[in-house]
C-alpha cells in the first residue's frame, strides 16, 4: 500500500483506535480497490471472519493470509494503526457495537430478501439510513465543509456533477443553493455537464457526487474544473477512489453499496445528509439576506399551490 494510501485513511480520523464512526470492517472494505495482491490477502482474512482476526496473532494473521509478518504490521499502519494490537482493540470495539445494534435493532446484519415482511423491510431500511446519516456527520472533514461553505457563501458559482441517483443529489443541493439566491447550476446531460466544467476558472466552486468514486463522468467533470482553477470538492464514500484523489476537498459518507441490503441503498441518504449540512452552513453564512432571499422564491411559486 503506497504512502498516499496510509496518510488518505489516517486523515478521515484522528484516532482511529479510538470512536471511528466507520469501523475496521468498514476502513478495509474502502480501501480494498487500492490494495496490493499481499495487502488484499490480508484484508480478505480479516474480511472472512472478523471473529478470528479479533484472536490473532501477528503470526497466525499472516500464516493464514499466506503473507509475512512485517506485511501484517505495514497493513495494520496503513489503515491508520500502530500495529495489530490496535487494530484489534478497534476491531473489539466495532464488534461489540455491532452486537449491541444487532440486539436492539433485530435488523443490524439483515439481508433484504424475499422472505421479509413489509415490516421487517421497512425497520431494516429505516435503521441502515439513520445509521448511514449518523455515522456520516461523524466522520466528516469539518475543516473541508467549511471551507466550501464559505467558497459558495461569497457568493461564488457553483457547478454540481453527477449522474444515476448521484444526479438527483446534485440535484437536490442546485435546488436548495437556487432557492436563497447562490447561482448554481447542474445538467442531467453528462456532456453538457463536460462543457460546464471546461468553462469554469478560479471564480468557480464545483461538486461532484459520486459515491463510489469511481463515475467516471464525474471525475472527468472535476479535473477539468480543476484545471481551470475551479475549488473543486467531491461528495464520496471511499477516500482513495479517482473521483477523491481528483479534488482538492472531500467530504466522505459513510454507507456500502456493494449488495441487496438495506446498508446499500443507505448511500444516497448519506449523500443527502452532506448536502443539508452544507447548504444550512451557507445559510448561516449568508443569514443577513436569507430572508430576502426566501420571500422572493417563496413569492414566485406561491400563485401555483392550491389553496384550502
Not at 12 to 35: N, Q, Y
Not at 294 to 304: E, G, H, K, N, Q
Amino acid at each position: 500500500m503506497s504512502e498516499a494510501m496510509s496518510n488518505e485513511v489516517g486523515d478521515t480520523d484522528d484516532d482511529p483506535s479510538g470512536d471511528d464512526p466507520s469501523g475496521v470492517v468498514e476502513r478495509i472494505r474502502r480501501s480494498r480497490a487500492g490494495f496490493s495482491p499481499t495487502e488484499a490477502a490480508i484484508a480478505e482474512t480479516v474480511l472472512a471472519d472478523p471473529q478470528a482476526a479479533l484472536m490473532a496473532t501477528t503470526g497466525s494473521l499472516a500464516e493464514g493470509a499466506g503473507v509475512s509478518q512485517a506485511s501484517v504490521v505495514r497493513f495494520c499502519r496503513a489503515l491508520g494503526y500502530t500495529g495489530l494490537p490496535d487494530l484489534r482493540l478497534a476491531l473489539a470495539q466495532e464488534l461489540s457495537r455491532r452486537d449491541l445494534e444487532h440486539e436492539r435493532s433485530g435488523v443490524a446484519h439483515g439481508r433484504i430478501d424475499a422472505s421479509d415482511s413489509l415490516a421487517d423491510l421497512a425497520a431494516k431500511i429505516a435503521f441502515h439510513e439513520a445509521r448511514s446519516i449518523e455515522q456520516t456527520a461523524r466522520q466528516l472533514d469539518l475543516d473541508a465543509l467549511e471551507e466550501t461553505a464559505r467558497a459558495i457563501a461569497v457568493p461564488r458559482p457553483v457547478t454540481v456533477f453527477g449522474v444515476g441517483a448521484s444526479g438527483l443529489v446534485a440535484a437536490d443541493l442546485t435546488q436548495k443553493l437556487q432557492r436563497i439566491g447562490q447561482p448554481c447550476q447542474f445538467h442531467a446531460d453528462t456532456h453538457v455537464q463536460l462543457v460546464h466544467a471546461a468553462l469554469l476558472d478560479a471564480d468557480d466552486v464545483a461538486v461532484g457526487f459520486s459515491f463510489s468514486g469511481r463515475t467516471r463522468d464525474v471525475g472527468d467533470c472535476l479535473r477539468l474544473a480543476r484545471e481551470g482553477g475551479a475549488l473543486t470538492v467531491a461528495v464520496t464514500g471511499d477516500p482513495r477512489s479517482p473521483t477523491a484523489r481528483g479534488a482538492a476537498r472531500v467530504l466522505l459518507t459513510a454507507a456500502r453499496e456493494d449488495e441487496l441490503r438495506a446498508a446499500a441503498l443507505a448511500s444516497r441518504m448519506a449523500q443527502l445528509a452532506v448536502v443539508d449540512i452544507l447548504f444550512a452552513r451557507v445559510a448561516q453564512l449568508r443569514f443577513d439576506d436569507l430572508d430576502a432571499a426566501l420571500a422572493t422564491t417563496r413569492a414566485a411559486v406561491d400563485r401555483l399551490r392550491l389553496r384550502p
